[in-house]
Nanobody, 128 residues
Framework: VQLQASGGGLVQAGGSLRLSCAAS??????????MSWFRQAPGKEREFVAA????????YYADSVEHRFTISRDNAKNTVYLQMNSLKPEDTAVYYC????????????????????WGQGTLVTVSR
């Protein structure tokens, strides 16, 4: 399974972007995957941004992005999204999508090492 992230770019502070992460294979059951977004800024460790349950009913956010970012998914399109509003310069990072069927989602959704599949990353740059 390959995950393809897209939608990054350069935006001014206060602006918006929507990231997408599409799974390359149509034959597997995307709805069986827990999906998340992480980000990594230069010189920093990869950090959790948002996660979504398999059916999409439950979402979770890092404190730094709650009420500004929204994670969603369309299982029919094998795609997960991250809508980012009110962007700040400190949101500048490479954003990665990640997925797993075997993760203990309740305990480990914020832990990068617990995810099996990763997208290649898409760069988001927020200027002042």
């Amino acid at each position: 399974v390959q995950l393809q992230a897209s939608g990054g770019g350069l935006v001014q502070a206060g602006g918006s972007l929507r990231l997408s992460c599409a799974a390359s294979e149509r034959t597997f059951s995307f709805s069986s995957y827990y999906m998340s977004w992480f980000r990594q800024a230069p010189g920093k460790e990869r950090e959790f941004v948002a996660a979504i349950s398999r059916g999409g009913a439950n979402t979770y956010y890092a404190d730094s992005v709650e009420h500004r970012f929204t994670i969603s998914r369309d299982n029919a399109k094998n795609t997960v999204y991250l809508q980012m509003n009110s962007l700040k310069p400190e949101d500048t990072a490479v954003y990665y999508c990640a997925g797993s069927t075997s993760i203990n989602f309740g305990l480990d959704k914020r832990v990068p090492g617990r995810y099996t599949y990763w997208g290649q990353g898409t760069l988001v740059t927020v200027s002042r």
